[in-house]
C-alpha cells in the first residue's frame, strides 16, 4: 500500500494537461455491451476504476485491448454471461450501470446490488424504476438486481429529493437506446459525462434528442455499431489542479480544462477573489504539457463558430472584475460534435494568476446537480477555503455525509464545525504538516492540497483511493514544483 508525502510551502507554477473523465469513461465503457463490432475510445485515463471495469467486462466477454497510440479498443466477443457479481461490483459501485446495457442487449441480467459506501446510504431506486418504465421484470434475490423481459419504450421521471441520478439516468438512456419504441427521460441528469455518453450511443448509431438538457428523447434501434471516440476530459480534476494553483497562489495552466463545464467551480473562486484567465492554445501548443516550460503565447481567440442548431451559451463578460480574465469565448452546445478533441478555437485552457492566497475571501457554497457546485469538488473547495480569511458555510445537498474529510483535515489544525449537512469552516488558520488517512477519492485530493500549504510535512496513507480516480496526480503536482512524493508503506 502506498502513502503520499507532502512538505509545504511551493508556489506552484507550471502548465499540466487534464487527462480524460474517468465519469464519462466508465459509463462509456459499459455501453460498449450495447454494440456489434470494436469500438475505439481515445481519452480514457489510466485508472483503478477503469481497470476494474474493463475486468468485470471482460467477465462479461467483452475483450479490451490498449493501443499503441493510448487509445482503448473494445469489442464484445462473448454474450453468453449476463452476470456482475458482487466481488466485482462492490470494488466499484459505478459498475451498477452495467444493468441497463446487460439487460438490453442479453434479454437479462443479474447484477449485484452495490450497497453504500463511505458517503452514507446509496439507493437504486431511481435505476430501477428506469428499468421498470422500459418494462422490465425486476427481482431482488440474494444480494442481486435481476432484470429481465423484454425492453419497450417508455416514460419515466428520474428526479428525487437529492435532484437527477447521474448513472440511474446512464443506466435507463442505454437500455432505452436497443428498446422497441421511444423514450422521455424527464429531469435527467445533464452532467457533461451524460452529454458525452449521449454523443457516443450517437455516434454507434443510436436516436436522441435533447443532449444536454433535462430532457431526454430516445427512439428506439435494433442494432448499433462501434465507432471511434474520444471522451472529454475530467472536469473534477481540472478543478483539483486549479484549486492547487490557486491555494499556493501560483500560476497554474491547466490545458484541457473545459470551462463550460466548470462554471459553479469558477463562479465560486471569483467569489472568493482567486485570479484566473481563460484561454485556447493552437492544438500544437503544449501538446507533451512539458511542465513549467515558458508558456507560448496567449491565443487571441478566433470569432467562434455558433452551431446551426446548438444554444449559444456566452460567458457573463466580466472584464477586469474579481481579476478574471475573459476571452470573449462563446460556447456552444453543438449536438453534432462528436467526441472532445480541440474545437476550431484550439484547445481551451484555465490558467490561475500569481496572487497572495491570504487575499482569498471566505465564500459558501451548496453542492447540486449539473450545472450546480458539483459534490466531488465539495473536499477540495473546503481545502481552499481553510486559507481564506473569515467563515465559509460549504453545504452537502447531494451526500450529506460526504465529510469524512473534515476529521483528518482537523489533524492538520483546520477548525471546521458540522451542522447537519452544513461544514462551517473557519479560514485563516495556520495548518500543521501530520499523517492523515484518506477515505475516499475526493477526500484523498482535499488532503493532498491542504498539505501543499500546511507547515512542515503531511503523509497520507491509503492513498489506493486516489489512485481510483486521478491519473498520476502526484507526478503532475510534482512537475508543478510541489514538494510531494510517493512512498511505499512498510
Ligand atoms: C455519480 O455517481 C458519480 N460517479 C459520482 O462521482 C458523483 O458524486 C455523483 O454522480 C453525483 O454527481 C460516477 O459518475 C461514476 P447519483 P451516481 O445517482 O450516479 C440519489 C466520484 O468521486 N439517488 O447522481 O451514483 C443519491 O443518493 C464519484 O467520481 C437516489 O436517491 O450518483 C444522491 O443523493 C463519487 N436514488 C443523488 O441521488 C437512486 O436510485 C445523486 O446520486 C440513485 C441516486
Given at each position: 500500500?502506498?502513502?503520499?508525502?507532502?512538505?509545504?510551502?511551493?508556489?506552484?507554477?507550471?502548465?499540466?494537461?487534464?487527462?480524460?473523465?474517468?465519469?464519462?469513461?466508465?459509463?462509456?465503457?459499459?455501453?460498449?455491451?450495447?454494440?456489434?463490432?470494436?469500438?475505439?475510445?481515445?481519452?480514457?485515463?489510466?485508472?483503478?476504476?477503469?481497470?476494474?471495469?474493463?475486468?468485470?467486462?471482460?467477465?462479461?466477454?467483452?475483450?479490451?485491448?490498449?493501443?499503441?497510440?493510448?487509445?482503448?479498443?473494445?469489442?464484445?466477443?462473448?454474450?453468453?454471461?449476463?452476470?456482475?457479481?458482487?466481488?466485482?461490483?462492490?470494488?466499484?459501485?459505478?459498475?451498477?450501470?452495467?444493468?441497463?446495457?446487460?439487460?438490453?442487449?442479453?434479454?437479462?441480467?443479474q447484477v449485484s446490488h452495490p450497497g453504500g459506501c463511505v458517503f452514507g446510504h446509496r439507493p437504486i431506486d431511481l435505476h430501477l424504476k428506469g428499468?421498470?418504465?422500459?418494462?422490465?421484470?425486476?427481482?431482488?434475490?440474494?444480494?442481486?438486481?435481476?432484470?429481465?423481459?423484454?425492453?419497450?419504450?417508455?416514460?419515466?421521471?428520474?428526479?428525487?429529493?437529492?435532484?437527477?441520478?447521474?448513472?440511474?439516468?446512464?443506466?435507463?438512456?442505454?437500455?432505452?437506446?436497443?428498446?422497441?419504441?421511444?423514450?422521455?427521460?424527464?429531469?435527467?441528469?445533464?452532467?457533461?459525462?451524460?452529454?458525452?455518453?449521449?454523443?457516443?450511443?450517437?455516434?454507434?448509431?443510436?436516436?436522441?434528442?435533447?443532449?444536454?438538457?433535462?430532457?431526454?428523447?430516445?427512439?428506439?434501434?435494433?442494432?448499433?455499431?462501434?465507432?471511434?471516440?474520444?471522451?472529454?476530459?475530467?472536469?473534477?480534476?481540472?478543478?483539483?489542479?486549479?484549486?492547487?494553483?490557486?491555494?499556493?497562489?501560483?500560476?497554474?495552466?491547466?490545458?484541457?480544462?473545459?470551462?463550460?463545464?466548470?462554471?459553479?467551480?469558477?463562479?465560486?473562486?471569483?467569489?472568493?477573489?482567486?485570479?484566473f484567465e481563460i484561454g485556447f492554445r493552437e492544438p500544437g501548443d503544449g501538446a507533451g504539457a512539458e511542465l513549467g516550460a515558458e508558456l507560448p503565447?496567449?491565443?487571441?481567440?478566433?470569432?467562434?463558430?455558433?452551431?446551426?442548431?446548438?444554444?449559444?451559451?456566452?460567458?457573463?463578460?466580466?472584464?477586469?472584475?474579481?481579476?478574471?480574465?475573459?476571452?470573449?469565448?462563446?460556447?456552444?452546445?453543438?449536438?453534432?460534435?462528436?467526441?472532445?478533441?480541440p474545437g476550431e478555437e484550439g484547445i481551451p485552457f484555465l490558467r490561475t494568476l500569481p496572487m497572495d492566497p491570504e487575499e482569498l475571501e471566505a465564500?459558501?457554497?451548496?453542492?447540486?446537480?449539473?450545472?450546480?457546485?458539483?459534490?466531488?469538488?465539495?473536499?477540495?473547495?473546503?481545502?481552499?477555503?481553510?486559507?481564506?480569511?473569515?467563515?465559509?458555510?460549504?453545504?452537502?445537498?447531494?451526500?450529506?455525509?460526504?465529510?469524512?474529510?473534515?476529521?483528518?483535515?482537523?489533524?492538520?489544525?483546520?477548525?471546521?464545525?458540522?451542522?447537519?449537512?452544513?461544514?462551517?469552516?473557519?479560514?485563516?488558520?495556520?495548518?500543521?504538516?501530520?499523517?492523515?488517512?484518506?477515505?475516499?477519492?475526493?477526500?484523498?485530493?482535499?488532503?493532498?492540497?491542504?498539505?501543499?500549504?500546511?507547515?512542515?510535512?503531511?503523509?497520507?496513507?491509503?492513498?489506493?483511493?486516489?489512485?481510483?480516480?486521478?491519473?498520476?496526480?502526484?507526478?503532475?503536482?510534482?512537475?508543478?514544483?510541489?514538494?510531494?512524493?510517493?512512498?511505499?508503506?512498510?
Amino acid at each position: 500500500m502506498d502513502k503520499i508525502r507532502v512538505r509545504g510551502g511551493a508556489r506552484l507554477s507550471g502548465q499540466v494537461r487534464v487527462s480524460g473523465s474517468k465519469n464519462a469513461s466508465l459509463p462509456i465503457l459499459a455501453a460498449c455491451l450495447l454494440v456489434d463490432g470494436p469500438t475505439v475510445l481515445e481519452g480514457v485515463p489510466r485508472l483503478e476504476d477503469v481497470r476494474n471495469m474493463c475486468h468485470i467486462l471482460e467477465h462479461l466477454g467483452v475483450v479490451h485491448e490498449w493501443l499503441p497510440d493510448g487509445s482503448l479498443r473494445v469489442e464484445v466477443v462473448d454474450d453468453r454471461n449476463v452476470h456482475a457479481p458482487y466481488h466485482y461490483v462492490r470494488t466499484m459501485r459505478a459498475s451498477f450501470c452495467l444493468l441497463g446495457p446487460l439487460w438490453a442487449r442479453r434479454g437479462r441480467a443479474q447484477v449485484s446490488h452495490p450497497g453504500g459506501c463511505v458517503f452514507g446510504h446509496r439507493p437504486i431506486d431511481l435505476h430501477l424504476k428506469g428499468m421498470r418504465a422500459l418494462g422490465a421484470d425486476i427481482r431482488i434475490d440474494k444480494g442481486d438486481v435481476h432484470a429481465s423481459g423484454p425492453v419497450r419504450g417508455g416514460r419515466v421521471y428520474l428526479g428525487s429529493n437529492f435532484g437527477s441520478t447521474v448513472l440511474g439516468t446512464a443506466n435507463t438512456l442505454m437500455a432505452a437506446c436497443l428498446a422497441e419504441g421511444e423514450t422521455v427521460i424527464e429531469y435527467a441528469a445533464q452532467e457533461p459525462e451524460i452529454a458525452d455518453l449521449c454523443r457516443f450511443l450517437r455516434a454507434c448509431g443510436a436516436r436522441i434528442e435533447g443532449i444536454g438538457t433535462h430532457r431526454l428523447h430516445i427512439r428506439g434501434v435494433p442494432k448499433l455499431r462501434g465507432c471511434r471516440y474520444r471522451v472529454i476530459n475530467d472536469r473534477i480534476e481540472a478543478g483539483t489542479l486549479l484549486a492547487a494553483g490557486v491555494l499556493t497562489g501560483g500560476e497554474v495552466e491547466v490545458l484541457g480544462a473545459e470551462p463550460d463545464h466548470l462554471s459553479a467551480f469558477l463562479d465560486a473562486l471569483e467569489r472568493a477573489g482567486a485570479r484566473f484567465e481563460i484561454g485556447f492554445r493552437e492544438p500544437g501548443d503544449g501538446a507533451g504539457a512539458e511542465l513549467g516550460a515558458e508558456l507560448p503565447g496567449l491565443v487571441e481567440a478566433r470569432p467562434p463558430r455558433v452551431s446551426r442548431e446548438g444554444r449559444a451559451l456566452r460567458l457573463p463578460r466580466t472584464g477586469e472584475q474579481g481579476g478574471r480574465l475573459l476571452t470573449d469565448r462563446i460556447f456552444y452546445e453543438d449536438e453534432r460534435r462528436v467526441g472532445d478533441g480541440p474545437g476550431e478555437e484550439g484547445i481551451p485552457f484555465l490558467r490561475t494568476l500569481p496572487m497572495d492566497p491570504e487575499e482569498l475571501e471566505a465564500t459558501d457554497v451548496a453542492t447540486m446537480p449539473y450545472p450546480g457546485f458539483p459534490t466531488d469538488l465539495q473536499a477540495q473547495f473546503m481545502a481552499l477555503m481553510l486559507v481564506a480569511k473569515g467563515v465559509s458555510v460549504i453545504t452537502e445537498k447531494i451526500y450529506p455525509e460526504r465529510f469524512i474529510h473534515v476529521s483528518e483535515l482537523a489533524r492538520l489544525g483546520a477548525r471546521i464545525r458540522r451542522e447537519g449537512p452544513c461544514a462551517i469552516v473557519q479560514g485563516g488558520r495556520e495548518l500543521c504538516g501530520a499523517t492523515v488517512m484518506a477515505s475516499d477519492l475526493r477526500a484523498s485530493a482535499a488532503l493532498i492540497l491542504a498539505g501543499l500549504v500546511a507547515r512542515g510535512t503531511t503523509a497520507i496513507r491509503r492513498v489506493y483511493h486516489l489512485d481510483r480516480g486521478y491519473e498520476s496526480l502526484d507526478r503532475k503536482l510534482a512537475a508543478l514544483g510541489a514538494d510531494i512524493v510517493r512512498l511505499k508503506e512498510v
